[in-house]
């Protein structure tokens, strides 16, 4: 059957070729179709988040996307494709750059290699994850152009890197999925600016959950208005992508790239990290810069690499570290985090706390800490207590109300493209035609609006809020913890308040095939440390395993 599938995108291919060349005007490659279908059979979802509305965006079209690259990538073959594929799939940056230098093929070979993937499952109705939502027309150029140069570089030089679409590119539109910022054009955004100067391959933009999920409470994971409905691809439309850094992960999962970056509020990271199993780490807030892009919380957000091992998780994020003038948490880069994957820590010098309700409740967390016990690790169980986040949704609706504005204000380039100024520009614009520019409501935008918590209230709850996230983490400091031990993004939101970094990586499988992960939360400013446990616990248990279906 997959032989058959194979032949069959050859075909499509040779014909869409065909009638590019017959009708150069009017060119197609892919074809809008009937959701209908896939939408019914959503409504029995037992997850009322992805009981969908609709799978297709209804204002993007997809040969505009990928049109630009076509002809270029229809004169890879299929036989240069199965002759790289075990030398790309799921291998790390290092032996990437190995097979490049002895020539077994350039960065322009990796990048067609990654783009016929992305058309293989892309253009495909039945096969389409609708992660990828933007190419970078220039991106083969540009791989080129590094193929010639013979210097000692940085190890993210040449690797072809997705962006999620709140993330600013000087080449592609930035949307956050909202229609509002459809054409959004800006600059670069600081950390894109740290890619390009080491050499990394911008390839793309990649589907978010729209306005980094804090537009609806009810809207399912990997949505927006633009991109349409992202799909998990250990099972499409049977597990949650996780948001809102969805197609971070999808895209990473499939293989449509080394790498990408994704951002985090509060588990945006972490949960689709852990929904796809990848690894994922939401960095100390300051770690990296968040200059050029959309916002949700200057108090809380930050963006983090999103990868299939540990040892890409630290070249990345090492690629992206640099000291922002303009971004009032920005720090100077912490040391040993390119050389963490190289120093795996020795397990029978960690110390791990363990949550006890998570033990009893979760069979493949107890198993997974029974192996790190076995392993030398000195496990420490502990009662986690319920400390409330009182504030929290206040905190994110005063910040988005100060930092949208700001935005727009500093990083859009054509005030007449986008319309609004302000939430309550977005909430009056997205009333206008609610049914395509937001099918699930606004409640949370409505939220931002009615909100009337005074400066003095606001400033109390975040102290309140970073105290309690600290407080519910006092045992890292009572017992000498190097990290605690938790599960995807449950405890998300008190590494957010705290500003404390956590490391998710892939732990198993759940009897259906659902991805799930251990998630260490470490210290802040320790992610060299957690990074080097990380690469530890990685060795020990190797149990990411690439989704059935995007093997071919």
Same mark, same amino acid.
């Given at each position: 059957?997959?032989?058959?599938?194979?032949?069959?995108?050859?075909?499509?291919?040779?014909?869409?070729?065909?009638?590019?060349?017959?009708?150069?005007? #009017?060119?197609?490659?892919?074809? !809008?179709?009937?959701?209908?279908?896939?939408?019914?059979?959503?409504?029995?979802? #037992? !997850?009322?988040?992805?009981?969908?509305?609709?799978?297709?965006?209804?204002?993007?079209?997809?040969?505009?996307?990928?049109?630009?690259?076509?002809?270029?990538? =229809?004169?890879?073959?299929?036989?240069?494709?199965?002759?790289?594929?075990?030398?790309?799939?799921?291998?790390?940056?290092?032996?990437?750059?190995?097979?490049?230098?002895?020539?077994?093929?350039?960065?322009? *070979?990796?990048? $067609?290699?990654?783009?016929?993937?992305?058309?293989?499952?892309?253009?495909?109705?039945?096969?389409?994850?609708?992660?990828?939502?933007?190419?970078?027309?220039?991106?083969?150029?540009?791989?080129?152009?590094? *193929?010639?140069?013979?210097?000692?570089?940085? $190890?993210?030089?040449?690797?072809?890197? $997705?962006?999620?679409?709140?993330?600013?590119?000087?080449?592609?539109?930035?949307?956050?999925?909202?229609?509002?910022?459809?054409?959004?054009?800006?600059? *670069?955004?600081?950390?894109?600016?740290?890619?390009?100067?080491?050499?990394?391959?911008?390839?793309?933009?990649?589907?978010?959950?729209?306005?980094?999920?804090?537009?609806?409470?009810?809207?399912?994971?990997?949505?927006?208005?633009?991109?349409?409905?992202?799909?998990?691809?250990?099972?499409?439309?049977?597990?949650?992508?996780?948001?809102?850094?969805?197609? !971070?992960?999808?895209?990473?999962?499939?293989?449509?790239?080394?790498?990408?970056?994704?951002?985090?509020? =509060?588990? =945006?990271?972490?949960?689709?990290?852990?929904?796809?199993?990848?690894?994922?780490?939401?960095?100390?807030?300051?770690?990296?810069?968040?200059?050029?892009?959309?916002?949700?919380?200057?108090?809380?957000?930050?963006?983090?690499?999103?990868?299939?091992?540990?040892?890409?998780?630290?070249?990345?994020?090492?690629?992206?570290?640099?000291?922002?003038?303009?971004?009032?948490?920005?720090?100077?880069?912490?040391?040993?985090?390119?050389?963490?994957?190289?120093?795996?820590?020795?397990?029978?010098?960690?110390?791990?706390?363990?949550?006890?309700?998570?033990?009893?409740?979760?069979?493949?967390?107890?198993?997974?800490?029974?192996?790190?016990?076995?392993?030398?690790?000195?496990?420490?169980?502990?009662?986690?207590?319920?400390?409330?986040?009182?504030?929290?949704?206040?905190?994110?609706?005063?910040?988005?109300?100060?930092? $949208?504005?700001?935005?727009?204000?500093?990083?859009?380039?054509? #005030?007449?493209?986008?319309?609004?100024?302000?939430?309550?520009?977005?909430?009056?614009?997205?009333?206008?035609? !609610?049914?395509?520019?937001?099918?699930?409501?606004?409640?949370?935008?409505?939220?931002?609006?009615? *909100?009337?918590?005074?400066?003095?209230?606001?400033?109390?709850?975040?102290?309140?809020? #970073?105290?309690?996230?600290?407080?519910?983490?006092?045992?890292?400091?009572?017992?000498?913890?190097?990290?605690?031990?938790?599960?995807?993004?449950?405890?998300?939101?008190?590494?957010?308040?705290?500003?404390?970094?956590?490391?998710?990586?892939?732990?198993?499988?759940?009897?259906?095939?659902?991805?799930? =992960?251990?998630?260490?939360?470490?210290?802040?400013?320790?992610?060299?440390?957690?990074?080097?446990?990380?690469?530890?616990?990685?060795?020990?248990?190797?149990?990411?395993?690439?989704?059935?279906?995007?093997?071919?």
């Amino acid at each position: 059957m997959r032989n058959l599938i194979c032949f069959l995108f050859l075909v499509v291919l040779a014909s869409c070729k065909q009638k590019n060349v017959e009708s150069r005007g #009017k060119k197609t490659v892919w074809t !809008s179709y009937n959701d209908s279908a896939e939408v019914a059979a959503s409504a029995n979802n #037992k !997850s009322e988040r992805m009981r969908y509305k609709f799978i297709q965006s209804k204002v993007l079209d997809k040969n505009e996307v990928f049109l630009p690259l076509y002809d270029e990538v =229809s004169q890879f073959t299929e036989a240069q494709y199965q002759k790289m594929k075990p030398l790309v799939l799921e291998q790390d940056i290092p032996t990437l750059q190995t097979h490049i230098d002895h020539g077994t093929f350039t960065y322009e *070979d990796l990048t $067609l290699f990654y783009l016929y993937r992305i058309y293989k499952y892309e253009l495909p109705n039945n096969t389409t994850l609708n992660t990828v939502i933007a190419l970078n027309p220039n991106v083969l150029e540009e791989a080129r152009q590094l *193929d010639e140069s013979k210097e000692i570089h940085h $190890l993210i030089y040449g690797m072809p890197i $997705l962006l999620k679409d709140n993330i600013g590119t000087a080449e592609m539109k930035t949307t956050a999925g909202a229609i509002a910022l459809k054409d959004n054009q800006t600059d *670069d955004a600081f950390i894109v600016e740290r890619l390009k100067e080491k050499g990394a391959l911008i390839l793309g933009k990649v589907n978010l959950s729209e306005w980094a999920n804090f537009i609806c409470g009810a809207c399912p994971n990997g949505q927006s208005a633009v991109g349409g409905q992202t799909l998990n691809p250990y099972g499409r439309r049977i597990f949650d992508t996780g948001g809102s850094s969805a197609g !971070s992960g999808t895209s990473t999962a499939a293989n449509y790239a080394v790498a990408a970056v994704g951002t985090e509020t =509060s588990g =945006s990271i972490l949960s689709p990290s852990s929904q796809n199993s990848v690894v994922g780490l939401k960095p100390t807030i300051g770690l990296l810069s968040r200059t050029g892009i959309v916002p949700i919380s200057s108090t809380l957000d930050t963006p983090g690499p999103m990868t299939k091992n540990v040892t890409d998780n630290a070249i990345l994020l090492d690629a992206m570290l640099g000291k922002d003038e303009a971004d009032y948490k920005s720090v100077s880069s912490e040391p040993g985090i390119l050389s963490a994957w190289m120093n795996p820590e020795t397990l029978k010098e960690i110390r791990l706390g363990v949550m006890k309700n998570l033990m009893e409740r979760d069979s493949i967390y107890a198993a997974n800490i029974e192996a790190l016990r076995r392993a030398g690790a000195q496990i420490v169980k502990f009662e986690a207590e319920n400390i409330p986040l009182e504030g929290f949704t206040t905190l994110l609706n005063l910040d988005m109300r100060e930092d $949208l504005p700001a935005y727009i204000k500093a990083e859009v380039k054509h #005030k007449d493209a986008v319309k609004v100024e302000s939430v309550e520009d977005v909430v009056a614009f997205n009333q206008q035609d !609610s049914l395509v520019r937001i099918p699930y409501g606004q409640e949370r935008f409505d939220g931002i609006l009615s *909100d009337s918590t005074t400066a003095e209230q606001f400033e109390k709850i975040k102290q309140n809020l #970073k105290e309690s996230g600290r407080a519910f983490f006092n045992i890292m400091e009572e017992k000498n913890l190097d990290a605690v031990l938790s599960i995807n993004n449950y405890h998300a939101g008190y590494a957010a308040v705290a500003e404390y970094p956590a490391l998710t990586i892939p732990m198993g499988y759940k009897t259906d095939g659902e991805p799930e =992960s251990l998630t260490f939360i470490g210290k802040p400013f320790t992610e060299a440390h957690l990074l080097r446990i990380g690469k530890a616990f990685e060795q020990l248990n190797r149990a990411r395993k690439m989704p059935e279906a995007y093997q071919e």
